[in-house]
């Protein structure tokens, strides 16, 4: 199994600004995810990011405003930019298991965001 | 297109009944993995069980048990003599080999003392 910490675990934050979450792996993955989880909602991909190269991004999601890096094979950011209330959600970060393909897929405890 | 489906939106049971969460999945594909997660008010993901679209043997694990149906697209989750600590929301998800998750919109399980 993979450890996963995110960094931070909660914040609150003002409407135009922009928070940036951090994502440890414990060990090196090629494949890292981002999911939101709006409220009572269920979880829905962001974007796949592979160190490298630039990150895939699913429908509905643009680079401008979520903005991912992946510097090396254990660690990923995700930024969200020029927040807005609808912003406010669950972000988790997630990895495939050990066992390569598609295994397992482990999730980070996810960063709660609340956008004022 | 792949979808996950979990008809129950949110069920209520009291300690120690069996409850079975259900779960129907579409896709094109013949190669597929189901998994189970469990999310705690905590709010982390646990993972529970993966099963490939080959294996349609029933798996049990404690008091977890979960019925692959491929002629029913179905991948039902059974929990025995449920506790208070198996209260959370359960999402079902499909994945095909080498393409993204696609989750259900989870099932909200209160067990009452």
């Known amino acids: 199994s993979a450890v996963i910490s995110q960094k931070p675990s909660r914040d609150i934050c003002q409407r135009g600004t922009s928070l940036t979450i951090q994502c440890q792996v414990d060990s090196q993955v090629t494949m890292m995810f981002w999911y939101r989880q709006q409220p009572g909602q269920s979880l829905t991909l962001i974007a796949t990011a592979n160190q490298g190269s630039e990150a895939t991004y699913e429908s509905g999601f643009v680079i401008d405003k979520f903005p991912i890096s992946r510097p090396n094979l254990t660690f990923s950011t995700l930024t969200v930019s020029n927040m807005s209330p609808e912003d406010s959600s669950i972000y988790l970060c997630s990895v495939e298991g050990t066992g390569g393909g598609t295994d397992t897929q482990y999730f980070g405890p996810g960063t709660r965001l609340t956008v004022l | 297109a792949q979808k996950v489906t979990q008809a129950q939106t949110e069920i209520s049971v009291v300690e120690k009944e069996d409850v079975t969460l259900d779960c129907v999945y579409e896709t094109r594909d013949t190669t597929y993995y189901l998994f189970w997660y469990k999310q705690p008010p905590s709010g982390e993901l646990v993972f529970l069980i993966r099963?490939?679209?080959?294996?349609?043997q029933n798996e049990i694990s404690g008091r977890y048990s979960w019925n692959f149906q491929k002629s029913t697209s179905s991948f039902n989750f059974t929990i025995t003599a449920s506790q208070v600590v198996d209260s959370a929301v359960y999402f079902c998800a499909l994945v095909n080999y080498g393409q993204n998750f696609v989750f259900g919109p989870g099932t909200r399980l209160s067990v009452l003392p």
């Open positions: 099963r490939n679209s080959f294996d349609e």
